[in-house]
Nanobody, 122 residues
Framework: QVQLVESGGGLVQPGGSLTLSCVVS????????KGWYRQAPGKERELVGF???????NYADSVKGRFTIPRDGAKNTVYLQMNSLKPEDTAVYYC????????????????WGQGTQVTVSS
């Protein structure tokens, strides 16, 4: 079984910074993409950003230039560095990983974390 466990959420003032972590464990052959989604109260879940093993990345316009998914660090961990936080960033954040469970797999699997609350307020 593949598990994603998130940590690092909490309360932060506007303009502050916060880093989320997501530890991935289980039987995984390779991860081809890592990313984060978020869902604010009363709103649809939206993509925050993702990076791929091929070197590409994409971020929502609302977080571009402020949020970063680092490529360095533990291979089994997904990070989200958040700077210049705004009240509208308040949401439950979910980490996501896409990959293969073994070398014989023909299709991708998607794995999700349990979610962690980020609240930006003064």
């Amino acid at each position: 079984q593949v598990q994603l466990v998130e940590s690092g959420g909490g309360l932060v003032q506007p303009g502050g910074s916060l880093t989320l972590s997501c530890v991935v464990s289980g039987s995984i052959f390779s991860i081809v993409a890592k990313g984060w989604y978020r869902q604010a109260p009363g709103k649809e879940r939206e993509l925050v950003g993702f990076i791929t093993s091929g070197g590409s990345s994409n971020y929502a316009d609302s977080v571009k230039g402020r949020f970063t998914i680092p490529r360095d660090g533990a291979k089994n961990t997904v990070y989200l560095q958040m700077n210049s936080l705004k009240p509208e960033d308040t949401a439950v954040y979910y980490c996501n990983a896409r990959g293969y469970t073994d070398y014989k797999s023909h299709t991708f699997d998607d794995w999700w974390g349990q979610g962690t609350q980020v609240t930006v307020s003064s």
